[in-house]
Every structure is written in C-alpha cells, then in structure tokens.
C-alpha cells in the first residue's frame, strides 16, 4: 500500500508565492511519475506540472514561467513551487504519483489566491 503525504498551500496574495509538498511511503518499489493536479470550483480537474520517469517534464501552458516541479528520489516526494500567483489559481492541488503505473492520490491542499 501506498500512502501520499501533502503539505503547504494556503493563502496568500496575487504575486507572492506558495510550496507545495507531497511524500510518499509504503511499499515503493518504482515510481513511474508524480504530478500535480488541481480543481476549481465548477471546474473539471486538470493536470498542472509532471514529471515521467524518464526525467521528462510537462506544464500545463497557463502556469508555464511561474510554476516549478521537482522530485527527490532519495524521499520519494515530489514539489511544486508556485511563483506569482494570480487569483485563477485558486483551487484544491493534489498530488499524483504513480508506482510502477499504479496511480495514488493525496488527500488534497487548498491554495486561495487573493486580488
């Protein structure tokens, strides 16, 4: 079993900044790709930044330049450094990771963004 561990988000103003963190732990035996995805309200999920296991790297086109993915392999966690955030990024983020192509999900953080 496999259990993903979020941390960060929260409030903050248009322009400033937030980190979000997700660890995972379990029975980890290859992890194939960590992501983040993110909802807003009336909104369908979409994915925000991954990273496949090959080291390949995607952003979705409204975060490109501001938004920033990294893993560490040593701590299985995967990050995402949010930079000059606007109001439309207001939305839960949760973290996808999977183990050899088996998805696991975290339990979701909020980030409000403020005008």
């Known amino acids: 079993q496999v259990r993903l561990v979020e941390s960060g988000g929260g409030l903050v103003q248009a322009g400033g900044s937030l980190r979000l963190s997700c660890a995972a732990s379990?029975?980890?035996?290859?992890?194939?790709?960590m992501g983040w995805y993110r909802q807003a309200p009336g909104k369908q999920r979409e994915l925000v930044a991954e990273?496949?296991?090959?080291?390949?790297?995607h952003y979705t086109e409204s975060v490109k330049g501001r938004f920033t993915i990294s893993r560490d392999n040593a701590k299985n966690a995967v990050y995402l450094q949010m930079n000059s955030l606007k109001p439309e990024d207001t939305a839960a983020y949760c973290c996808?990771?999977?183990?050899?192509?088996?998805?696991?999900w975290g339990q979701g953080r909020q980030v409000t963004v403020s005008s």
């Open positions: 996808n990771v999977h183990v050899d192509y088996v998805p696991y």
């Open positions: 379990g029975i980890i035996s290859r992890i194939t790709r």
């Open positions: 990273i496949i296991s090959g080291g390949e790297i």
